[in-house]
């Protein structure tokens, strides 16, 4: 369900992030343009996953996007 969910948003042009924590999860996550595993997750969905959070809960993936923008800008400013 989640697999066929990514790959009606990717077939529309949209870049497509989900988020999983089982083994029926895993291929969604792999599909996805980016996978991400939450802490408490299966191996295989950490091995399909392009994140592995390591703290419990959503809202880090705020403080994961913010951060690497900061990151990004200053590579980008200092090049």
Not at 36 to 56: C, H, K, M, N, Y
Request: proline content about 3%; overall charge positive; glycine content about 8%.
């Amino acid at each position: 369900h989640k697999y066929e969910i990514v790959k009606k948003l990717q077939e529309k042009k949209h870049i497509c992030g989900m988020t999983g924590d089982g083994v029926n999860d895993a291929p969604a996550l792999k599909k996805a343009d980016i996978g991400i595993a939450v802490a408490d997750a299966t191996d295989a969905a950490r091995g399909a996953s392009d994140i592995v959070l390591t703290e419990p809960g959503l809202s880090v993936i705020i403080s994961a996007v913010l951060t690497s923008r900061a990151i990004f800008q200053r590579m980008k400013n200092y090049t």
